[in-house]
Nanobody, 115 residues
Framework: QGQLVESGGGLVQVGGSLRLSCAAP????????MGWYRQAPGKQREWVAT???????TYAESVKGRFTITRDNDKNTVYLQMNSLKPEDTAVYSC?????????WGQGTQVTVSS
């Protein structure tokens, strides 16, 4: 835990955009999948998006059409582009990486959407 480092969070107004980054200490090509979860205050952690080593992406229904997950193997980084942000997107966003059977996590980055 803590091997992944997220950045890019912050305060944004409703309808705005943010791009989160998740940097790994080494090659991300060895991870079978990487992705993002989020947790809002008083709520359970919620899966947001996943990208596989083959580039296949999946999204939670709540973010589909607004968020885009991508990966840059040369930079060992996965990104989460978040557009049309809503107050309900406010949460701590954490990235993960799977090298089965192990899952690594980052520390998280706060995203706050103000109305």
């Amino acid at each position: 835990q803590g091997q992944l480092v997220e950045s890019g969070g912050g305060l944004v107004q409703v309808g705005g955009s943010l791009r989160l980054s998740c940097a790994a200490p080494g090659s991300i090509s060895t991870f079978s999948a990487m992705g993002w979860y989020r947790q809002a205050p008083g709520k359970q952690r919620e899966w947001v998006a996943t990208i596989t080593s083959g580039g296949r992406t999946t999204y939670a229904e709540s973010v589909k059409g607004r968020f885009t997950i991508t990966r840059d193997n040369d930079k060992n980084t996965v990104y989460l582009q978040m557009n049309s942000l809503k107050p309900e997107d406010t949460a701590v966003y954490s990235c993960y990486a799977d090298r089965l059977p192990r899952r690594s996590w980052g520390q998280g980055t706060q995203v706050t959407v103000s109305s």
